[in-house]
C-alpha cells in the first residue's frame, strides 16, 4: 500500500496536471484570464534535486540574453566586468535567425529549418535534453520571467504592454514531449520559484534562464541587459550553495544583424572555473550546440544524433575527457540562414531532419538516445551531424568549410622559449632557457647562470622572445599589437604584464653548471594563441572587422549622442585650443613650395577631424583601451595621460579594437626588428627623393614642353564627348591630348601616393628610430598594394589610405543616424552613409583648394569625389544584380571563380584606368586652368 504521505503527493501532481489541462490546451496561444487566475491559484511548481556528479560542473546554469553583436557587448562595461572573473568565449556562434531557432536548437539540437518566430508545437517523437537528462535522473528545469504560472504554454504574457514574457525564448515548452507530460511541464517556472529553489538549497543540476523582454534587451539595448545581467549575478556569485561546482553560461540567442557574422557574446563564471583560467580568453568555435554536447559529456549522458554529435565540448570538459576540439575556418561564413524544414515559412519542406542513430561515436557521448534509434532506425541521416559546424547559407548543407583537429585545445605547448629579466632601472640579461615541465597551472623553467636570480623577489620585468611551439613554429606574440597577425616571424617578443612568482622554495639549488630551474605560475600564458588584446578576434586569431556601419550602431556603440552633452565640458574646453592650433597652421602655410602647404593643409584638416570625433563621437571606452604599446616612454609618463598621447595623433586607431579594418592588408614589408624597419623606410625615402629630383618632372610636364594655355581650356576637360560629337565648337581630339592624359593619371597618382606616403615615413622614423617612442609595429604603410585596384570599390577600399575612416564614419553617421533619422541598415542609410563620406572628403579638400589659393577651381574637389561615389554605387548595384541573375540560372560558382581569374583582374584594371582617364584631368585640368589664368591676371 502507498504511504500517506506519497499517495498525498500523488494526488497533488495529479491534481496539478488537471489545473494545468483546465488552464489551457496546448493549441491555446492566449488563455483567457479566468483560466490564467486559475492555474495561477492551484498549480504548484515541480523542483526535483539530484545529486550526479559531472566530472566538470555538478550544475549548469544557461542564461539567455537577446540580440546583441559581440562587438557590441564585448564593449558593455558590466559585461566586461563579469568577465574578469570567468573565460570569455570569443568565437560562440548562434546558429541562424531570428530567436526562436536558436532557442529549439539550443533544446533540441537543430531548428529544423525555422526561420520565423511563429507558434510551432513540436512532435512529440523529437527528443530533447530533457530526455538526456531523464537517462540518469538529473534534475532540471527552465525559468522564465514573467511566466504567470508554472507550465503556462501561451504566446505571450501579458498579450500587450512592456516587461512580458513570450514563448518563442521558453525552448522546452515548444516541445510536444514535455508539454505532454504535465510533470515536465511544471518544471517551467517563473523567477519566484528560482528565489525559493536556491532558498530551499533544491535548485537543479540544469537549469535555462530567460529575462523577460525588457532585461534580455529586446525591447531595450546591451546596457540595460548588461546592467541586468551583473545585478542578478552579482549576488549569485558570492552564494556558497549556488557557487559550489556550479558553471553558469551567459550568452544570447543571435546577433543583432542579419548580414554580419552571426557570433556572440558568451561568458563562463561560477565555481567550476579553475582560478588560473579566470580573466582568461577561450578562442575555440563554439556553437549552441557545444552546449547540448559539453552537458553529455560531462554526465555521460547519450547524444541527440543531431548537431549536437559533432559539436566542439567546452574546453574545461574536452581536456578532463581527452577529446581535441577542431578548428573551424568560418571565413565568409555567417550561420545567418536556416535550411529547407518543417519549421520554415520560407523554404518549407514537410520532411524532418533524420538523425543519426547507430555506427558513430560523438564528441560527447559514445551513443545516440535509445529513443532516437528506436525512432529512426533504418533511416539515413540527412546531413552530416558529425561536424563540428552547422548548416551554412553561404555553402550549402556542411559542405565546403574547412576544419581540422586542433594540435592541443588551447593549452601552450612551448618548445623553448628566451627569458629576459630586468629590474627596474637596471640593465635587463638574457638567456635562453629550456621548458623542463609545463602542465595547466605553472610551468618550470631552466635558467641558466646569471639572469640575476637575486632579482626574483622584487618583482622584476618580465619578457617572454622568441616562443616556440612544440611543432617549431613561432606563437602569436602576446603583447598588444596594432596588427594582430600571427606570421609575423621572430623575435616575437610576448610582455607578460603580471608574472607571480611562486615563494622561494620553489627555486632548486643550482647545479654544477650554476643553472637553477624556477617555477613561475603561467596564469597569463595560458592559451597563448589568444592575446592579452581586448579587441574582439574572429576564429583565425585575426581582429574581427569593425567598420561601424553596416547596420550597427556607429562609433561602434555610439548611440546617437555627443560625448559632450553628457555634462562634463572637458570636450568643449579641448574644442577651443585645437581650433586655434588649426587655424594658426592653416593661415602660416600658405607660401610653402611646390604643393607642399596644401599637404600641411590636408594634414591639419585630418588632424581636426580626428581629434573632434574622437572627443565628441567616439564611444569613450576607447580611451580604457588605448596603451602606448612596448613605448621607452610609458614608464615615465603618468598613466593618466598615456591614453591621450596614443590616440591623439592616431587616426586609424591602432591597437585599440575600433582600429581600422584591413590595416593589416596594407602591411608589405614586414619588418622584425627596428633595424630592418630603418632600414626599409629610409630606402623607400631614398627612393621617393630621386624619382621626385630625377624623374618626376622629366616624365611631367617635361614630355609635353611646351605647354599651352589651351592644353587645359575647358574644351580639353571634355573627352569622350568629343570623340562622337560633329559639333565645330568642340576641337577634336588629337593624339598629344590622348598621350598627355595617359601620362597624368600615373603621374597624379604617384605624386598624391608619394607626398603622403613620404610625410607618414619620415615621422615613423622620428617616432621609432630616433625618439623610441613607438613601436615600429604602430606604424604600418598607410597605403595597400596598387594590385587590389581592380575596381573603384577595391580603389578605395583596399589600396588607397584609411587615415580618416574612422572620424568621417562617425560625423556620417551623425549626419544619416541623429540628423536625417534614417533606419539603420536600411538601403537608404547604407547608400546616405557613403555618400556622406565622399562628400565630406570633397570639402575638406575644396577647403584646402581654396584656402591656399585656388578660388576658380576648388568646386572641382566636391565634384570629383561626388562622382567616385557615383561609380562605386553603379558597381555595387551592377555585382549584386549580376550575382543574383548567375544565381538564378544555376551559375553562381562559374561566377564566382571567374571573379577570381586573371581575366576578371585586367578587365577591373583597365576599367579602373578607364574612369580615372577620364575624371582625372577633367577634375585637374580645370584647376590648372585657373591658376595659369590667375597669374596671367586674367582672374
Same mark, same amino acid.
Given at each position: 500500500?502507498?504511504?500517506?504521505?506519497?499517495?498525498?503527493?500523488?494526488?497533488?501532481?495529479m491534481?496539478?496536471?488537471?489545473?494545468?489541462?483546465?488552464?489551457?490546451?496546448?493549441?491555446?496561444?492566449?488563455?483567457?484570464?479566468?483560466?490564467?487566475?486559475?492555474?495561477?491559484?492551484?498549480?504548484?511548481?515541480?523542483?526535483?534535486v539530484?545529486?550526479?556528479?559531472?566530472?566538470?560542473?555538478?550544475? @549548469?546554469?544557461?542564461?539567455?540574453?537577446?540580440?546583441?553583436?559581440?562587438?557590441?557587448?564585448?564593449? *558593455?562595461?558590466?559585461?566586461?566586468?563579469?568577465?574578469?572573473?570567468g573565460?570569455?568565449?570569443?568565437?560562440?556562434?548562434?546558429?541562424?535567425?531570428?530567436?526562436?531557432?536558436?532557442?529549439?536548437?539550443?533544446?533540441?539540437?537543430?531548428?529544423?529549418?525555422?526561420?520565423n518566430?511563429?507558434?510551432?508545437?513540436?512532435?512529440?517523437?523529437?527528443a530533447?535534453?530533457?530526455?538526456? #537528462?531523464?537517462?540518469?535522473?538529473?534534475?532540471w528545469?527552465?525559468y522564465?520571467?514573467?511566466?504567470?504560472?508554472?507550465?503556462?504554454?501561451?504566446?505571450?504574457?501579458?498579450?500587450?504592454?512592456?516587461?512580458?514574457?513570450?514563448?518563442?525564448?521558453n525552448?522546452?515548452?515548444?516541445?510536444?514531449?514535455?508539454?505532454d507530460?504535465?510533470?515536465?511541464?511544471?518544471?517551467?517556472?517563473?523567477?519566484t520559484?528560482?528565489?525559493?529553489?536556491?532558498?530551499?538549497?533544491?535548485?537543479?543540476?540544469?537549469?535555462?534562464?530567460?529575462?523577460?523582454?525588457?532585461?534580455?534587451?529586446?525591447d531595450?539595448?546591451?546596457?540595460?541587459?548588461?546592467?541586468w545581467?551583473?545585478?542578478?549575478?552579482?549576488?549569485?556569485?558570492?552564494?556558497?550553495?549556488?557557487?559550489?561546482?556550479t558553471?553558469?553560461?551567459l550568452?544570447?540567442? *543571435?546577433?543583432?544583424?542579419?548580414?554580419h557574422?552571426?557570433?556572440?557574446?558568451?561568458?563562463?563564471v561560477?565555481g567550476?572555473?579553475?582560478?588560473?583560467?579566470?580573466?582568461?580568453?577561450?578562442?575555440?568555435?563554439?556553437?549552441?550546440?557545444?552546449?547540448?554536447?559539453?552537458?553529455?559529456?560531462?554526465?555521460?549522458l547519450?547524444?541527440?544524433?543531431?548537431?549536437?554529435?559533432?559539436?566542439?565540448?567546452?574546453?574545461?570538459?574536452?581536456?578532463?575527457?581527452?577529446?581535441?576540439?577542431?578548428?573551424?575556418?568560418?571565413?565568409n561564413?555567417?550561420?545567418?540562414?536556416?535550411y529547407?524544414?518543417?519549421?520554415?515559412?520560407?523554404?518549407?519542406?514537410?520532411?524532418?531532419?533524420v538523425?543519426?542513430?547507430?555506427?558513430?561515436?560523438?564528441?560527447?557521448?559514445?551513443?545516440?538516445?535509445?529513443?532516437?534509434?528506436q525512432?529512426?532506425?533504418?533511416? *539515413?541521416?540527412?546531413?552530416n551531424?558529425?561536424?563540428?559546424?552547422?548548416?551554412?547559407?553561404?555553402?550549402?548543407?556542411?559542405?565546403?568549410?574547412?576544419?581540422?583537429?586542433?594540435?592541443?585545445?588551447?593549452?601552450?605547448?612551448?618548445?623553448?622559449?628566451?627569458?629576459?629579466?630586468?629590474?627596474?632601472?637596471?640593465?635587463k640579461?638574457?638567456?635562453?632557457?629550456?621548458?623542463?615541465?609545463?602542465?595547466?597551472?605553472?610551468?618550470? +623553467?631552466?635558467?641558466?647562470?646569471?639572469?640575476?636570480?637575486?632579482?626574483?623577489?622584487?618583482?622584476?620585468?618580465?619578457?617572454?622572445?622568441?616562443?616556440?611551439?612544440?611543432?617549431?613554429?613561432?606563437?602569436?606574440?602576446?603583447?598588444?599589437?596594432?596588427?594582430?597577425?600571427?606570421?609575423i @616571424?621572430?623575435?616575437?617578443?610576448?610582455?607578460?604584464?603580471?608574472?607571480t #612568482?611562486?615563494d622561494?622554495t620553489?627555486?632548486s639549488?643550482?647545479?654544477?653548471?650554476?643553472?637553477?630551474t624556477?617555477?613561475?605560475?603561467?596564469?597569463?600564458?595560458?592559451?597563448?594563441?589568444s592575446s592579452?588584446?581586448?579587441?574582439?578576434?574572429?576564429?583565425?586569431?585575426?581582429?574581427?572587422?569593425?567598420?561601424?556601419?553596416?547596420?550597427?550602431?556607429?562609433?561602434?556603440?555610439?548611440?546617437?549622442?555627443?560625448?559632450?552633452?553628457?555634462?562634463?565640458?572637458?570636450? +568643449?574646453?579641448?574644442?577651443?585650443?585645437?581650433?586655434?592650433?588649426?587655424?594658426?597652421s592653416l593661415?602660416?602655410?600658405?607660401?610653402?613650395?611646390?604643393?607642399?602647404?596644401?599637404?600641411?593643409?590636408?594634414?591639419?584638416?585630418?588632424?581636426?577631424?580626428?581629434?573632434?570625433?574622437?572627443?565628441?563621437?567616439?564611444?569613450?571606452?576607447?580611451? +580604457?583601451?588605448?596603451?602606448?604599446s612596448?613605448?621607452?616612454?610609458?614608464n615615465?609618463?603618468?598613466?593618466?595621460?598615456?591614453?591621450?598621447?596614443?590616440?591623439?595623433?592616431?587616426?586609424?586607431?591602432?591597437?585599440?579594437?575600433?582600429?581600422?579594418?584591413?590595416?593589416?592588408?596594407m602591411?608589405?614589408?614586414?619588418?622584425?626588428?627596428?633595424?630592418?624597419?630603418?632600414?626599409?623606410?629610409?630606402?623607400?625615402?631614398?627612393?621617393?627623393?630621386?624619382? *621626385?629630383? #630625377?624623374?618626376?618632372?622629366?616624365v611631367f610636364?617635361?614630355?609635353?614642353?611646351?605647354?599651352?594655355?589651351?592644353? @587645359?581650356?575647358?574644351?580639353?576637360?571634355?573627352?569622350?564627348?568629343?570623340?562622337?560629337s560633329?559639333?565645330?565648337?568642340?576641337?577634336p581630339?588629337?593624339?598629344?591630348?590622348?598621350?598627355?592624359?595617359?601620362?597624368?593619371?600615373? !603621374?597624379?597618382?604617384?605624386?598624391?601616393?608619394?607626398?603622403?606616403?613620404?610625410?607618414?615615413?619620415?615621422?615613423?622614423?622620428?617616432?621609432?628610430?630616433?625618439?623610441?617612442?613607438?613601436?615600429?609595429?604602430?606604424?604600418?604603410?598607410?597605403?595597400?598594394?596598387?594590385?587590389?585596384?581592380?575596381?573603384?570599390?577595391?580603389?578605395?577600399?583596399?589600396? !588607397?589610405?584609411?587615415?580618416?575612416?574612422?572620424?568621417?564614419?562617425?560625423?556620417?553617421?551623425l549626419?544619416?543616424?541623429?540628423?536625417?533619422?534614417?533606419?539603420?541598415?536600411?538601403?537608404?542609410?547604407?547608400?546616405?552613409?557613403?555618400?556622406?563620406?565622399?562628400?565630406?572628403?570633397?570639402?575638406?579638400h575644396?577647403?584646402?583648394? !581654396?584656402?591656399?589659393?585656388d578660388?576658380c577651381?576648388?568646386?572641382?574637389?566636391?565634384?570629383?569625389?561626388?562622382?567616385?561615389?557615383?561609380?562605386?554605387?553603379?558597381?555595387?548595384?551592377?555585382?549584386?544584380?549580376?550575382?543574383?541573375?548567375?544565381?538564378?540560372?544555376?551559375?553562381?560558382?562559374?561566377?564566382?571563380?571567374?571573379?577570381?581569374?586573371?581575366?576578371?583582374?585586367?578587365?577591373?584594371?583597365?576599367?579602373?584606368?578607364?574612369?580615372? @582617364?577620364?575624371s582625372?584631368?577633367?577634375?585637374?585640368?580645370?584647376?590648372?586652368?585657373?591658376?595659369?589664368?590667375?597669374?596671367?591676371?586674367?582672374?
Amino acid at each position: 500500500m502507498l504511504s500517506q504521505k506519497m499517495l498525498q503527493k500523488v494526488l497533488m501532481a495529479m491534481m496539478a496536471s488537471c489545473c494545468l489541462v483546465a488552464a489551457q490546451t496546448t493549441t491555446e496561444q492566449y488563455p483567457s484570464a479566468a483560466e490564467i487566475a486559475a492555474a495561477q491559484a492551484s498549480v504548484i511548481p515541480f523542483s526535483p534535486v539530484s545529486n550526479v556528479h559531472g566530472k566538470v560542473f555538478n550544475r @549548469f546554469i544557461d542564461i539567455w540574453l537577446e540580440n546583441t553583436d559581440l562587438a557590441s557587448a564585448e564593449i *558593455e562595461p558590466h559585461l566586461d566586468e563579469l568577465k574578469k572573473n570567468g573565460i570569455f568565449l570569443n568565437n560562440y556562434w548562434a546558429v541562424t535567425h531570428p530567436s526562436e531557432p536558436n532557442y529549439i536548437a539550443a533544446a533540441g539540437g537543430d531548428h529544423f529549418g525555422m526561420d520565423n518566430d511563429n507558434f510551432w508545437q513540436i512532435p512529440n517523437n523529437v527528443a530533447t535534453i530533457a530526455d538526456l #537528462f531523464d537517462t540518469r535522473k538529473i534534475s532540471w528545469g527552465e525559468y522564465q520571467e514573467g511566466l504567470p504560472y508554472a507550465g503556462y504554454q501561451g504566446f505571450r504574457y501579458p498579450e500587450s504592454g512592456p516587461n512580458n514574457y513570450v514563448r518563442k525564448h521558453n525552448p522546452l515548452v515548444i516541445f510536444n514531449s514535455v508539454t505532454d507530460d504535465a510533470t515536465r511541464l511544471r518544471q517551467i517556472k517563473n523567477f519566484t520559484s528560482f528565489y525559493d529553489d536556491l532558498d530551499n538549497e533544491s535548485l537543479p543540476q540544469y537549469s535555462f534562464i530567460t529575462p523577460n523582454m525588457t532585461n534580455d534587451g529586446h525591447d531595450t539595448n546591451v546596457a540595460f541587459s548588461g546592467t541586468w545581467s551583473y545585478n542578478f549575478l552579482a549576488d549569485l556569485l558570492k552564494n556558497e550553495y549556488f557557487m559550489k561546482d556550479t558553471l553558469v553560461m551567459l550568452t544570447f540567442d *543571435e546577433g543583432g544583424n542579419y548580414t554580419h557574422p552571426n557570433s556572440v557574446y558568451t561568458l563562463l563564471v561560477g565555481g567550476a572555473i579553475p582560478d588560473h583560467l579566470k580573466g582568461t580568453t577561450d578562442s575555440t568555435f563554439y556553437t549552441h550546440y557545444s552546449v547540448i554536447a559539453s552537458l553529455s559529456a560531462n554526465w555521460e549522458l547519450p547524444s541527440l544524433g543531431r548537431w549536437d554529435c559533432g559539436a566542439n565540448l567546452l574546453s574545461l570538459v574536452a581536456d578532463k575527457v581527452n577529446y581535441i576540439n577542431y578548428d573551424v575556418d568560418m571565413t565568409n561564413r555567417n550561420l545567418n540562414t536556416s535550411y529547407p524544414g518543417p519549421l520554415s515559412t520560407k523554404k518549407y519542406s514537410s520532411a524532418w531532419p533524420v538523425p543519426l542513430t547507430k555506427g558513430v561515436r560523438c564528441s560527447g557521448a559514445s551513443n545516440v538516445l535509445h529513443s532516437v534509434q528506436q525512432t529512426y532506425h533504418g533511416m *539515413e541521416p540527412t546531413y552530416n551531424y558529425t561536424s563540428p559546424v552547422p548548416y551554412d547559407a553561404a555553402s550549402g548543407i556542411a559542405v565546403g568549410i574547412k576544419y581540422s583537429r586542433k594540435g592541443h585545445n588551447g593549452k601552450t605547448e612551448l618548445k623553448s622559449i628566451q627569458l629576459s629579466i630586468a629590474k627596474p632601472r637596471v640593465t635587463k640579461r638574457t638567456a635562453s632557457c629550456k621548458i623542463v615541465r609545463l602542465c595547466a597551472d605553472q610551468c618550470t +623553467i631552466d635558467l641558466p647562470r646569471g639572469v640575476g636570480l637575486g632579482w626574483l623577489g622584487s618583482c622584476p620585468i618580465i619578457t617572454f622572445d622568441n616562443v616556440i611551439h612544440a611543432d617549431g613554429t613561432p606563437s602569436i606574440r602576446n603583447a598588444p599589437s596594432p596588427l594582430g597577425e600571427k606570421r609575423i @616571424f621572430a623575435p616575437i617578443v610576448v610582455h607578460i604584464d603580471i608574472v607571480t #612568482f611562486l615563494d622561494r622554495t620553489h627555486l632548486s639549488t643550482p647545479t654544477s653548471d650554476g643553472s637553477c630551474t624556477v617555477i613561475v605560475s603561467i596564469e597569463n600564458i595560458w592559451n597563448i594563441r589568444s592575446s592579452n588584446d581586448d579587441r574582439p578576434k574572429n576564429d583565425s586569431g585575426r581582429w574581427t572587422k569593425l567598420d561601424g556601419h553596416e547596420g550597427k550602431d556607429c562609433g561602434y556603440d555610439w548611440k546617437g549622442r555627443l560625448h559632450a552633452g553628457n555634462g562634463s565640458g572637458n570636450e +568643449i574646453c579641448c574644442l577651443l585650443p585645437l581650433l586655434a592650433f588649426a587655424y594658426i597652421s592653416l593661415i602660416s602655410a600658405t607660401n610653402w613650395p611646390d604643393d607642399w602647404d596644401s599637404l600641411w593643409g590636408f594634414l591639419i584638416c585630418a588632424w581636426s577631424a580626428h581629434s573632434t570625433s574622437l572627443l565628441f563621437l567616439e564611444h569613450q571606452s576607447i580611451w +580604457i583601451q588605448a596603451k602606448l604599446s612596448n613605448s621607452r616612454l610609458a614608464n615615465y609618463i603618468p598613466r593618466k595621460y598615456r591614453a591621450p598621447l596614443a590616440l591623439w595623433n592616431n587616426t586609424r586607431l591602432l591597437g585599440t579594437y575600433r582600429q581600422v579594418s584591413r590595416t593589416r592588408d596594407m602591411l608589405q614589408d614586414n619588418p622584425t626588428s627596428i633595424r630592418q624597419f630603418a632600414v626599409i623606410r629610409i630606402r623607400k625615402l631614398i627612393l621617393y627623393w630621386a624619382i *621626385e629630383v #630625377f624623374f618626376k618632372t622629366q616624365v611631367f610636364p617635361g614630355l609635353f614642353l611646351p605647354l599651352h594655355l589651351a592644353d @587645359f581650356d575647358p574644351s580639353r576637360q571634355i573627352f569622350f564627348r568629343r570623340l562622337i560629337s560633329s559639333s565645330i565648337t568642340l576641337p577634336p581630339v588629337t593624339a598629344r591630348e590622348v598621350m598627355m592624359r595617359l601620362v597624368f593619371v600615373p !603621374w597624379w597618382l604617384y605624386a598624391t601616393v608619394s607626398r603622403l606616403d613620404a610625410v607618414h615615413t619620415a615621422l615613423s622614423l622620428i617616432a621609432v628610430v630616433v625618439l623610441r617612442s613607438d613601436n615600429y609595429t604602430m606604424w604600418p604603410p598607410i597605403f595597400g598594394s596598387l594590385s587590389n585596384a581592380s575596381s573603384m570599390r577595391n580603389f578605395w577600399g583596399k589600396f !588607397w589610405h584609411r587615415i580618416l575612416v574612422r572620424p568621417y564614419e562617425n560625423y556620417s553617421c551623425l549626419f544619416c543616424r541623429n540628423i536625417l533619422q534614417l533606419k539603420p541598415g536600411s538601403v537608404w542609410d547604407k547608400t546616405m552613409f557613403v555618400l556622406v563620406i565622399y562628400l565630406i572628403s570633397g570639402i575638406v579638400h575644396s577647403f584646402v583648394s !581654396w584656402n591656399y589659393g585656388d578660388k576658380c577651381g576648388w568646386s572641382s574637389d566636391i565634384w570629383w569625389f561626388c562622382c567616385n561615389f557615383a561609380v562605386t554605387a553603379v558597381e555595387t548595384a551592377a555585382s549584386q544584380m549580376l550575382r543574383t541573375y548567375k544565381k538564378a540560372v544555376g551559375q553562381k560558382v562559374e561566377f564566382e571563380a571567374w571573379k577570381r581569374s586573371l581575366w576578371s583582374r585586367i578587365l577591373g584594371y583597365l576599367w579602373v584606368y578607364l574612369f580615372l @582617364f577620364w575624371s582625372v584631368p577633367k577634375w585637374h585640368y580645370s584647376k590648372l586652368y585657373c591658376q595659369i589664368l590667375e597669374r596671367l591676371g586674367h582672374v
